[in-house]
DNA sequence: CCCCGAGCAGAAAACGCTTTCTTGTTGACC
DNA sequence: GGTCAACAAGAAAGCGTTTTCTGCTCGGGG
């Protein structure tokens, strides 16, 4: 009848008895110290075997001060971006006998620094997603954070590798290949205001309309969902715009769909591209030609860049910067002759 | 300079000697404890504020005996299905203040039961999600991880919670939906073998043939993901089936692209259907028709459940079924005259 | 034969918190 | 004015580990 007087569960106190030693025996076998008589050390193994013991981790975690649990702030857990990243980033850790803990903040940004907080408190180490704060509010709360990698963010805040995918250039690779493709007219679907990835897309035309000042670019107001593309239907017609940059996959997806369902066809009347490659886009029809992210990639690095932060606090890495590649597929093709806006 | 002589960060005996109390009082204070003097609690929490003092939550744990956290184990984080129940529980959860750690086995069932234990341990419950492990292995081990609520799979052991879909139902709804359309010559393109899921489709069609005995169904091997059902194509036209089953959405656009690529017309040709009404089924060309399972409400109701044995021990929830709901979409359409076996 | 170092295992402190137990004070009631 | 209840805050005992410190025993060398 094995049972432990209080919680119920039994803990190295039961084994040290059932063997006849100290607790603290139990824990040097248990750990692999080999500073034990072998003949004991058996002994204990047997009795923890025949117990079914299994170390309390809360109780290993506050004698040493580490819980092997990593956490990740996501501000979205329902986008496939962070999705992608979170599963890069689980499966790297848990090769390292590591486990995350995810906190979304549900693009609440008033929330994200106190969800930070607690999850960074609980683990060894945080990856902050895409963070919608201020630059300044990050800046402040990344020093209490550490070890601390951001990713699609940079900041000011010493010891803070980021990794960050240049959206700006993959914007500017999709609209030359429209270029090349004859469209003069081009328009861009937004995403979310607060994205700083969205940032970096407008910063990018911004570049391009510079270098070719001939080509026509309207703004449109978005976000990152379907629903963003499959109500931007009119907006895009009423441009006037052949060729359709929109702001990720998944508002492709569903511009296509509405395009489809007013007759238009893509790429024959419309080209249309996403960004990120998300594992969708192969299999639309007509399969999307878009910017491909390592996005799995992303979250494995972000493991190993905080893997480097938690062993040696001085290693201060330096941080990555991913180039997008442009992947051509049907949803592209030649413009038609110039159109003019076109209603219904 | 504030600094705490051992492990850098600051404690409560910090907070405790700079409010001149005791640690105790400064513990109260923190939990709301009204058996302290106002004045006396408003220096405590003066200096708390002024250290910037936060609990840590592990020593927390250990006093209390426990986590406020929850753990999810998954098959395979890739899947949206999984994504979603993640999400729908990680939401609910957070609702009550709880957090939630993941565990991905990567289908290699023999490392679940090892995941679910040190998954457990950690936390205050677990969400078994589809677990791909024997009847017996999860009968044996389901008692030591109590509390504990599975997912698409039952279990003989007591206390243990399941939340279930019905797609047994699912499928044979589907199925008479094609038939309507006058298809007499149906394909089921199956999911991985090991997957519970998979089987309780099997036995629907078993059902529906049994029902229908006029209807000719082909059964072909499968799996779970776009490259299964892009790959099927040549198996479905051998088949001469004109209405296919796909085990699930991403499948069915797998296996739309490819029939497209043959220049095959769906649901001209050949009608598709998939399972799940994944947020992609709606805006795939043609818009896929499908069995819309409830799955973002089953993480939710998994953590409602999680959280009434949780609470009192003694709540024996009876777990509950959950039956999909057919959305007729544009990629279903009446069948053509009877067709022979065609290649390429 | 005695002393000292090495080696091994138990005792105890530490990790950071909560909570019970204890003590000292105050106020009320007889 | 004395006794006792009520109460507030400090002391200390956990929670389940790891790890340092201490002490004991044994073997070898002087």
Redo the contacts between chains.
Sequence with gaps: MVRKSA?GRIGIADVAVKAGVSHATVSRVMNGNFTVDPEIAARVRAAAAEL?Y?P????R??AL?K?D?IGIVVPD??NPTF?AI??GL??AA?QDGY??????S?EVSSEESILA???R??CDGLVLCAPRMSDAELEEIAP?LRPLVLINRTTAAAGVPSLVVDYGQGVQDIAEHLVDLGHSRLAFLAGPPRSASNNLRLQGLEAFKAAHPQVQVTMLEGGSD?NTG?EAVDAVLESGATGILAFNDLVA??L??GL?ERGLDVPGDISVTGFDDI??A????P?LTTAAVPITELGEQAWHQLRALIRNEESDAPGSRYQPRLEVRASTGPAKAARTAVHG
Excluded at 282 to 285: E, G, P, S
């Design positions: 919680s079914k299994q309390n981790p809360v109780g975690s506050l001060g819980t649990t857990l329902a999705q979170l599963r689980s499966r848990a486990r995350v803990l995810i906190a979304d549900f907080g607690e999850a408190r609980r209490s379907f499959h997806m569903g296509m769909s489809h594992p969708f192969k299999y639309t029809t399969a």
